[in-house]
């Protein structure tokens, strides 16, 4: 069956502008998570989508928005991009309800300029 | 907030030398995980360990859980280049995932 996947794979933007980054999650799944990497950070939690939800949140300011929608594909959007933003974003997917295994798309690179 | 501490974070190694990644929190969790990135492409998973004190190995690798649930080691017996990549844990409580500082690994042919 199909992986996750991400789009688009790359994005340059300016700083002030905003940005949104789709997922599509394994067909069947129905949790979304959302994952900034920086080689400086490391893989940064931003939030978890359930059933069109946000069950969880990470520490990230509320620039950082996402939504899920009923068959489970879910967005993130960046609003006032600055250029801290610039990074690997990732998006995992899984069942949920009590299934840990994540299984992670190859992420969208972001650069701010 | 970073409850994962992995080390080391750079490994660069020859082939078939034998090394042990670790990974420390003061945190309890339910289960920890393993990852392997490759540069470019998203963390695939390697290995789920739950109860405290499981070893568990997928060929020359072996992992292991902490007694208390703190913590977990990756050991890689006889390197190969295709070991090569970044290495992250991941602890998971709940519905939510943890994840470690990563180890860079390269093993040079």
């Known amino acids: 069956k199909a992986g996750v996947t991400q789009t688009p794979r790359y994005l340059i933007k300016t700083r002030g502008q905003q940005v949104t980054l789709s997922c599509s999650p394994i067909?069947?799944?129905?949790?979304v998570s959302w994952y900034q990497q920086t080689p400086g950070q490391g893989l940064q939690f931003l939030f978890e989508?359930?059933?069109?939800?946000?069950?969880n949140k990470g520490n990230f300011p509320g620039r950082f928005s996402g939504r899920q929608f009923s068959n489970s594909r879910s967005e993130m959007n960046v609003s006032t991009l600055e250029l801290g933003d610039s990074a690997l974003y990732l998006c995992?997917?899984?069942?949920?309800?009590?299934?840990?295994?994540?299984?992670f798309g190859q992420g969208t690179r972001l650069t701010v300029v | 907030t970073q409850l994962l501490e992995q080390s080391p974070q750079f490994l660069s190694i020859q082939e078939g030398e034998n090394l042990t990644v670790y990974c420390n929190s003061s945190?309890?969790?339910?289960?920890l995980q393993w990852y392997r990135q490759e540069p470019g492409e998203g963390p695939v998973l390697l290995v789920t360990?739950?109860?405290?004190?499981e070893v568990k190995k997928l060929k020359r690798l072996t992992f292991q859980f902490g007694d208390a649930r703190k913590d977990s080691s990756l050991h890689i017996t006889a390197a190969q280049p295709g070991d090569t990549g970044l290495y992250l844990c991941?602890?998971?409580?709940?519905?939510?995932?943890?994840f470690g500082t990563g180890t860079s690994l390269t093993v040079i042919p």
């Open positions: 995992a997917s899984s069942l949920g309800a009590g299934y840990t295994e994540a299984f």
């Open positions: 067909s069947g799944h129905r949790s």
């Open positions: 989508y359930f059933s069109e939800t946000q069950r």
């Open positions: 945190s309890v969790f339910s289960s």
């Open positions: 360990v739950v109860t405290g004190g």
């Open positions: 991941a602890g998971v409580t709940g519905n939510q995932f943890y």
